[in-house]
């Protein structure tokens, strides 16, 4: 009954065909509640914007920028915002979508939203950074806010970042909004242990899944793909917990080593311009070779689409724990699957990053700020719960986790939906 969207061309392995997949493939499990289900496939709102700066010369530069509320049903929008030269709209849909997938998998009260700048930071100067990221701020203004939709980091966004958005939605109302946005700096309404809080997420679950099929950390091999804030805080607990890091893979290039890369100057120098290559404790490697490392478990915490069919065949790994959002495409899904590797889904493995979000603007409404022992344990007890819950339907319905965390999630938006009604 419902026509297609007219302004995307999904294909089977870009990010909202892929999600659209994903869908589909849970549609047997949702009984009634099917008939909701044409709502989870198409965003609620979405809003593109022209962001133009002065730059430092004095040229007049535009950006295209987007916030996406795919979903409300269960509470206020929440989701990053992303500044990568190549996000779209289409991009952030999905993004949008798998928000409000995880945030209803772990039982948060919130829906899903996501934006982007189709901008490249890393060629901008700070200055210039700051104009793209307060225009932007000021031309979504209409549509975030405390109670509406709250942004947070992405990828090439972090608390800086927060805090010039906080900045200029609070110039523009009149007030200090701190609960606009979360990931902010600790002085300014941030909560301590959101900015380790994806990666304490999947190793959270990581250790969970690794535990359940027998594969003992210590000595693990582990393969990284994205060195960034999930990355690299991933990789870190999962050294402490005896595991080495035999690869790594960043926007810089490949660098191995079986032994295991020190982290204590690997992470340090992967920060820097030049990037994770430029480490001396390690081979660089051409990238395609990263898939081919022999490893226990695969991280990847870059971007969407990375695991495709032919990497899925080749992967020796047991275990691949999704950092980031999206990287594995839905035939990559069905082949890992047939050889028998278990994927911990994007949808409640990088779970830990609004979660803890969660808790920083609970904090904020409140003015009262939790230590971080406590935001630590109600993670991992959130983080927990959810993962069982997940883990019991998908042995119950004999699925992957990922339809078992679809299955789970969607259920509890449709019917937030149903029972909402339609309006008018
Ligand atoms: P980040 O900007 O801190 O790091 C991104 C990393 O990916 C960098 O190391 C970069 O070099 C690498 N990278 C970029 N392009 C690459 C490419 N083509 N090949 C290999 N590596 C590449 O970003 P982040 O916050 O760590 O986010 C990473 C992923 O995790 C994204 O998919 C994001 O949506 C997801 N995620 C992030 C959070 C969060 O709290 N930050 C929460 C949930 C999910």
Same mark, same amino acid.
């Given at each position: 009954?419902?026509?297609?969207?007219?302004?995307?061309?999904?294909?089977?392995?870009?990010?909202?065909?892929?999600?659209?997949?994903?869908? /589909?493939?849970?549609?047997?499990?949702?009984? /009634?509640?099917?008939?909701?289900?044409?709502?989870?496939?198409?965003?609620?709102?979405?809003?593109?914007?022209?962001?133009?700066?002065?730059?430092?010369?004095?040229?007049? *530069?535009?950006?295209?920028?987007?916030?996406?509320?795919?979903?409300?049903?269960?509470?206020?929008?929440?989701?990053?915002?992303?500044?990568?030269?190549?996000?779209?709209?289409?991009?952030?849909?999905?993004?949008?979508?798998?928000?409000?997938?995880?945030?209803?998998?772990?039982?948060?009260?919130?829906?899903?939203?996501?934006?982007?700048?189709?901008?490249?930071?890393?060629?901008?100067?700070?200055?210039?950074?700051?104009?793209?990221?307060?225009?932007?701020?000021?031309?979504?203004?209409?549509?975030?806010?405390?109670?509406? /939709?709250?942004?947070?980091?992405?990828?090439?966004?972090?608390?800086?970042?927060?805090?010039?958005?906080?900045?200029?939605?609070?110039?523009?109302? !009149? !007030?200090?909004?701190?609960?606009?946005?979360?990931?902010?700096?600790?002085?300014?309404?941030?909560?301590?242990?959101?900015?380790?809080?994806?990666?304490?997420?999947?190793?959270?679950?990581?250790?969970?899944?690794?535990?359940?099929?027998?594969?003992?950390?210590?000595?693990?091999?582990?393969?990284?793909?994205?060195?960034?804030?999930?990355?690299?805080? *991933?990789?870190?607990?999962?050294?402490?917990?005896?595991?080495?890091?035999?690869?790594?893979?960043?926007?810089?290039?490949?660098?191995?080593?079986?032994?295991?890369?020190?982290?204590?100057?690997?992470?340090?120098?992967?920060?820097?311009?030049?990037?994770?290559?430029?480490?001396?404790?390690?081979?660089?490697?051409?990238?395609?070779?990263?898939?081919?490392?022999?490893?226990?478990?695969?991280?990847?915490?870059?971007?969407?689409?990375?695991?495709?069919?032919?990497?899925?065949?080749?992967?020796?790994?047991?275990?691949?724990?999704?950092?980031?959002?999206?990287?594995?495409?839905?035939?990559?899904?069905?082949?890992?699957?047939?050889?028998?590797?278990?994927?911990?889904?994007?949808?409640?493995?990088?779970?830990?990053?609004?979660?803890?979000?969660?808790?920083?603007?609970?904090?904020?409404?409140?003015?009262?700020?939790?230590?971080?022992?406590?935001?630590?344990?109600?993670? /991992?007890?959130?983080?927990?719960?959810?993962?069982?819950?997940?883990?019991?339907?998908?042995?119950?319905?004999?699925?992957?986790?990922?339809?078992?965390?679809?299955?789970?999630?969607?259920?509890?938006?449709?019917?937030?939906?149903?029972?909402?009604?339609?309006?008018?």
């Amino acid at each position: 009954m419902s026509e297609k969207l007219s302004f995307v061309n999904p294909t089977p392995t870009s990010p909202w065909g892929t999600y659209l997949q994903q869908v /589909d493939r849970v549609m047997p499990y949702l009984g /009634d509640l099917a008939k909701w289900a044409e709502t989870l496939k198409r965003p609620k709102r979405a809003l593109i914007v022209d962001v133009p700066i002065e730059m430092d010369d004095g040229r007049i *530069a535009h950006y295209e920028g987007y916030r996406v509320q795919h979903n409300m049903s269960r509470g206020p929008g929440k989701g990053g915002v992303r500044f990568h030269p190549d996000v779209t709209l289409e991009e952030v849909m999905a993004l949008s979508a798998w928000m409000t997938v995880k945030t209803a998998a772990v039982n948060l009260p919130y829906g899903g939203a996501k934006g982007g700048i189709r901008v490249d930071p890393k060629k901008l100067s700070l200055k210039e950074l700051e104009k793209v990221t307060r225009r932007y701020t000021s031309e979504i203004g209409i549509i975030i806010g405390p109670h509406t /939709d709250i942004p947070a980091p992405d990828v090439n966004t972090n608390g800086q970042i927060m805090a010039w958005m906080m900045d200029t939605y609070s110039m523009n109302t !009149g !007030g200090t909004a701190t609960g606009v946005v979360t990931g902010k700096p600790l002085h300014l309404g941030g909560s301590l242990g959101r900015v380790k809080a994806t990666g304490r997420g999947v190793f959270v679950t990581g250790r969970e899944a690794a535990r359940r099929l027998g594969l003992d950390l210590r000595g693990a091999r582990i393969a990284v793909q994205g060195f960034g804030n999930v990355g690299s805080v *991933a990789a870190e607990l999962f050294v402490e917990a005896g595991a080495k890091i035999v690869a790594v893979q960043d926007h810089t290039g490949t660098i191995v080593n079986e032994k295991g890369l020190d982290l204590a100057e690997l992470i340090p120098v992967s920060r820097t311009p030049a990037g994770a290559v430029s480490f001396k404790g390690g081979d660089v490697v051409p990238n395609e070779a990263f898939w081919d490392v022999p490893c226990d478990i695969l991280i990847p915490a870059a971007l969407e689409g990375q695991i495709t069919a032919a990497r899925a065949k080749k992967t020796t790994a047991k275990l691949v724990l999704e950092g980031a959002n999206g990287p594995t495409v839905p035939e990559a899904d069905d082949i890992l699957a047939e050889r028998g590797v278990l994927v911990v889904p994007d949808v409640i493995c990088n779970a830990g990053g609004v979660t803890v979000s969660y808790f920083e603007w609970v904090q904020d409404f409140s003015s009262f700020f939790w230590d971080e022992d406590e935001i630590n344990v109600r993670l /991992d007890r959130i983080m927990m719960n959810a993962l069982n819950q997940i883990w019991d339907t998908a042995d119950k319905h004999k699925i992957s986790l990922r339809t078992a965390t679809y299955a789970v999630a969607c259920e509890r938006i449709l019917m937030a939906r149903q029972e909402r009604g339609l309006y008018p």
